[in-house]
């Protein structure tokens, strides 16, 4: 890990907690800020993929983000309209890129390729606050930040023994990784939905706040204390989650940014603060 990505910090940093009605102790253990292409070494991208450093911003999308967008210009509706049929457009764009390979993204004998997971290299603590800024650069869906995300045994998630991933949303949600993820910027949809994997298991839902403005910046918050997640927008509280499924609340683990193809936009001031009281 870098170091010009890592910030330890020995002054406690007083966070809000609806939860707690106080304040959280708080130690910044990373951060981001992708104002040069070194940050990219911090980050591992599965799946055809594209990030880059623009005007000291993440920015990211799949490879075949033209050509969903070309689809949805001529057929009309986006993502809202058109649902899944966007895959007609990523398919035969897939197919001239790899050949017979784009078969590993058929599931149950139906194509469902074109998306990434961008994963962070850093490992949390158990008790976490991850928090980033985000801007659309689409009017279509889907966006989403994994967190707690470990092998079925604990392992890392790059550990050699896990299964191929290569941006599949069967290889994250029904497969040997254990994960929570909120997705978020959905049009159409209008809420902002966490699930624990695996098993895609809906937990929650809460307003989507990034809606409210479809092109501007908003400030995204997760705070995982214990078996309590609560998820913020802009500073305001979509939900809180209290996990207490009989297979226990996942601990620290990676994260990750996951976006669907028809999706693109920015992502900056990725930080990563330890809960110490």
Known sequence: ??????????VMVLSACAHDKGKLKTK????????NPESLDDWVMEGPGIASIEDGKLLIYSKYYDAVVEYFETQGGGFSGNGANFYKAVEPAMRKDIGDDVKKHYVDGTFRGGHLVFWNKFKTPENYILECDFQSLSPNALHMLMF???GDKGQDVFDPSLKERFGLAAQYTK??????RISFYAPGRGTSNMRKCPGRRLTIKGDDLTLKD??????????KNKNVIEWYINGELSFRYLDDMEDGHLKGGQTAIRLMAPAKGYYD?????????
Request: with cysteine; charged share 20%.
């Open 1 to 10: 890990m870098k170091l010009i990505t890592i910030v330890l910090m020995s």
């Open 28 to 35: 910044l253990v990373y951060s981001c800020d992708f104002n």
């Open 148 to 150: 707690s995300c470990t």
């Open 175 to 180: 497969s040997d990784l254990y994960n929570y």
């Open 214 to 223: 479809l092109k501007g910046k908003h400030h995204l918050k997760i705070i």
């Open 269 to 277: 001031n990725y930080k990563i603060y330890e809960i110490v009281e």
